[in-house]
């Protein structure tokens, strides 16, 4: 099983940037797609970004592409999701996973997740 540690939430204006990061344990962590979901409450939670192994394919979710980038550095075993042009309705906790596969992005289908970490934007 694979630790995760999400870090970088915060509470930002509308228009604003924050980068996430994702800590990993684990040897393997090079092996493994990773991705970013979050959850906004009373809504369930959505995919966001993903990332393959080598960092050689990235997926988006319509709703962030343009704004958030998703990148790995597999030497610090962490993931990251930087946040531009931020907007009110990204506010949620934010989630790092590690993906059994990259046939799918449900949430469902994610292997191990981390804690969260807050995201607010204000208008």
């Known amino acids: 099983q694979v630790q995760l540690v999400e870090s970088g939430g915060g509470l930002v204006q509308a228009g604003g940037s924050l980068r996430l990061s994702c800590a990993t344990s684990?040897?393997?962590?090079?092996?493994?797609?990773m991705g970013w979901f979050r959850q906004a409450p009373g809504k369930e939670r959505e995919f966001v970004a993903a990332?393959?192994?080598?960092?050689?394919?990235?997926y988006y979710a319509n709703y962030v592409k343009g704004r958030f980038t998703i990148s790995r550095d597999n030497a610090k075993n962490t993931v990251y999701l930087q946040m531009n042009s931020l907007k009110t309705e990204d506010t949620a906790v934010y989630y790092c996973?590690?993906?059994?596969?990259?046939?799918?992005?449900?949430?469902?289908?994610?292997?191990?997740w981390g804690q969260g970490t807050q995201v607010t934007v204000s208008a």
């Open positions: 996973a590690v993906a059994s596969s990259e046939s799918s992005w449900s949430p469902s289908r994610m292997r191990d």
């Open positions: 990332i393959s192994w080598s960092g050689g394919r990235l």
């Open positions: 684990g040897r393997t962590f090079g092996s493994y797609a």
